[in-house]
Antibody
Framework: EVQLVQSGAEVKKPGESLKISCKGSGYSFTTYWIAWVRQMPGKGLEWMGIIYPGDSDTRYSPSFQGQVTISADKSSSTAFLQWSSVKASDTAMYYC???????????????WGQGTLVTVSS | DIQMTQSPSSLSASVGDRVTITCRASQGISNYLAWYQQKPGKVPKLLIYAASTLQSGVPSRFSGSGSGTDFTLTISSLQPEDVATYYCQKYNSVPLTFGPGTKVDIK
């Protein structure tokens, strides 16, 4: 079974660093792009960026470029989303999702991880 | 970048009604469009890809159509379990933008 399992909920103070993870299993991790999607409380889905774990080729949404870093570790089949300094406005649910088409940057997403809730509050 | 819009933003319909949601791209995207369903408190679920191909396991009351800039998602007979927010997503090229969503509930 293809599965993405995300790390647990995080509570951070403004200015702290944060790294959340998404572990893939049941497929060849290096040959499918993995995306990150933000959902702020009560709001819609926002595509943040995408990484190809095979060579770490990464593309960002203009809205998130420079605000977050997406990375991947082939050895552990895990993708990461990190912040150097979180803000209250980063409070949201974050989902990882796998591109459904082998090797394609442009693809719909299936499956999705269960989500990681990030809360930033002083 | 291509912008995605959806209409209506919300709707309320009776069980058994036919429901249609529209998604529009600001430029042509051929048929590179997917639809997702997100039930309250749940993970988004892929319903349709390539504008009209039903994902395995999705009930046949869901259908999609369109190409270019205008797309529709239709629920032929609304069921109580269809209460959710529906999102379109373009995937012809990055950024892989989602539409703002359409919230569907039961009248």
């Amino acid at each position: 079974e293809v599965q993405l399992v995300q790390s647990g909920a995080e509570v951070k103070k403004p200015g702290e660093s944060l790294k959340i993870s998404c572990k893939g299993s049941g497929y060849s991790f290096t040959t499918y792009w993995i995306a990150w999607v933000r959902q702020m409380p009560g709001k819609g889905l926002e595509w943040m960026g995408i990484i190809y774990p095979g060579d770490s080729d990464t593309r960002y949404s203009p809205s998130f470029q420079g605000q977050v870093t997406i990375s991947a570790d082939k050895s552990s089949s895990t993708a990461f989303l990190q912040w150097s300094s979180v803000k209250a406005s980063d409070t949201a649910m974050y989902y990882c999702a796998r591109s459904a088409v082998l090797g394609a940057t442009g693809s719909y997403f299936d499956p999705w991880g269960q989500g990681t809730l990030v809360t930033v509050s002083s | 970048d291509i912008q995605m819009t959806q209409s209506p933003s919300s709707l309320s319909a009776s069980v058994g009604d036919r429901v249609t949601i529209t998604c529009r791209a600001s430029q042509g995207i051929s048929n590179y469009l997917a639809w997702y369903q997100q039930k309250p408190g749940k993970v988004p679920k892929l319903l349709i890809y390539a504008a009209s191909t039903l994902q395995s396991g999705v009930p046949s009351r869901f259908s999609g159509s369109g190409s270019g800039t205008d797309f529709t998602l239709t629920i032929s007979s609304l069921q109580p379990e269809d209460v959710a927010t529906y999102y379109c997503q373009k995937y012809n090229s990055v950024p892989l933008t989602f539409g703002p969503g359409t919230k569907v509930d039961i009248k």
